[in-house]
């Protein structure tokens, strides 16, 4: 059998981790790469490296393209795919302002080329094990869930400008725009937000601190902590082992609370108090189960089968649109200083969008 051609639009960090994922992949092959300069390391692969995507995507045709450049070029770069009917897989997040990732939500909903947003935890078997638990009920009803990012980012980091500039750089839409995402799998949509950011760790334009306050529209309420420039572990980076970039730390970056028990993770710990809630009995400790799984391969096998239609995307545009405007709603919150509604945010950013058509 053939295997399905992908390109790589954006040989950055990301875009090198899904090459190297691809060359390990038995049903696709690497066909190209698009990058306007920089990754010369990555360029010695053997395919065809092409400047300007929309060349790229003309001559070379893929089955599917893989866009991982900054946010705030997904919207432009999904719709030209679109047009050109490539399926293609955008890193995450939709976009770095919510007016412009309706655009794209708009352009796939009135085409049948396939979106796949790059929303990798999601194809992790850790958080897919813990959606089950609380589907079977093992929480009962979630009361209360927090969620933390603390850690420190080395200053190399920073080199991408856009790393460190509002609107795209920063940490909530960089890395906690996955914990968003997280919390939304996991308990359900996020109806309401107050925030509040800080960028004294660096003093960059970009936050680096923040906290939120969250209510889940189950009637669940929720805390985020967040800092990348603390000397800390509890974040998902530093506990999951998900990625091999990072130091594994035996801790956790989440606990969600329910009536009948409480998971922490990742350590996937339920804790319950199985002698009917005596205040001296200690409550007991159980681990759930999953099969680990490297969640970017996941993820590429899912767009694989997105790309022959034998799958929907499991993260459509819409879907990281609501995380995109959840996490969004942090700065919203700063600004009036109060809740915001992440349904208002949607619905204002679509009369944002009609004024500008
Ligand atoms: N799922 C996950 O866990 C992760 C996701 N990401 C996401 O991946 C995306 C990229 O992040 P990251 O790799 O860190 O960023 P980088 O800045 O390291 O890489 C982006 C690359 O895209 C290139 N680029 C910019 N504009 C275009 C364009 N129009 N056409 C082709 N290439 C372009 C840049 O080139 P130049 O430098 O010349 O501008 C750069 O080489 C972001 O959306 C980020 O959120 C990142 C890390 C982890
Ligand atoms: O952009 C990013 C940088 O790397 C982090 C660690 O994997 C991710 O959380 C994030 O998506």
């Not at 655009?103 to 909903?109: G, I, M, V």
């Not at 009361?143 to 909530?172: C, E, I, N």
């Not at 970056?253 to 329910?258: E, P």
């Not at 942090?330 to 009609?354: F, N, Y």
Request: negative net charge; contains cysteine.
């Amino acid at each position: 059998m053939s295997k399905l051609r992908i390109a790589v639009i954006g040989a950055g960090v990301m875009g090198r981790e899904h090459i190297s994922a691809l060359q390990s992949c038995n049903r696709a092959e690497l066909v190209a790469i698009a990058d306007p300069v920089g990754g010369s390391d990555v360029y010695d692969s053997g395919v065809p490296r092409f400047t300007d995507y929309q060349q790229m995507l003309k001559a070379v045709k893929p089955d599917g393209a893989i866009v991982a450049t900054p946010p705030h070029t997904h919207v432009e770069i999904g719709i030209k795919c679109i047009e050109l009917e490539v399926p293609s897989l955008i890193e995450k997040p939709v976009s770095s302002d919510l007016a412009s990732a309706l655009r794209l939500e708009q352009a796939a909903a009135d085409s049948d080329v396939p979106v796949l947003i790059g929303h990798s935890r999601r194809h992790n078997s850790i958080n897919t094990a813990a959606k089950r638990a609380i589907e079977d009920g093992q929480l009962g009803d979630i009361l209360a869930v927090t969620s933390m990012h603390l850690r420190h980012k080395p200053d190399q980091y920073f080199a991408d400008k856009w790393k460190t500039q509002k609107g795209g750089g920063g940490v909530m839409l960089i890395n906690v725009v996955h914990d968003f995402d997280c919390l939304r799998m996991l308990c359900g949509e996020i109806d309401e937000v107050h925030a509040i950011t800080s960028n004294k760790g660096r003093g960059f334009e970009a936050e680096d601190t923040c906290v939120v306050m969250l209510k889940f529209a189950s009637g669940a309420l929720g805390t985020m902590t967040v800092s990348d420039a603390t000397q800390a572990p509890w974040s998902w980076e530093f506990t999951s082992g998900e990625d091999p970039r990072f130091a594994k730390h035996d801790e956790n970056s989440m606990l969600i609370c329910g009536t009948k028990g409480s998971l922490s993770l990742p350590s996937m710990y339920l804790w319950k108090n199985s002698n009917g809630f005596k205040r001296d009995d200690p409550l007991s400790r159980t681990r759930l189960r999953w099969e680990p799984n490297t969640p970017l391969h996941a993820e590429q096998e899912h767009f694989l089968d997105v790309v022959e239609r034998k799958s929907k995307p499991i993260v459509s545009v819409e879907d990281g649109n609501r995380t995109l405007a959840a996490t969004l709603a942090v700065w919203e919150s700063e600004k009036i200083g109060g809740w915001v509604s992440t349904d208002e945010m949607i619905q204002r950013a679509k009369l944002e969008k009609t004024e500008t058509n």
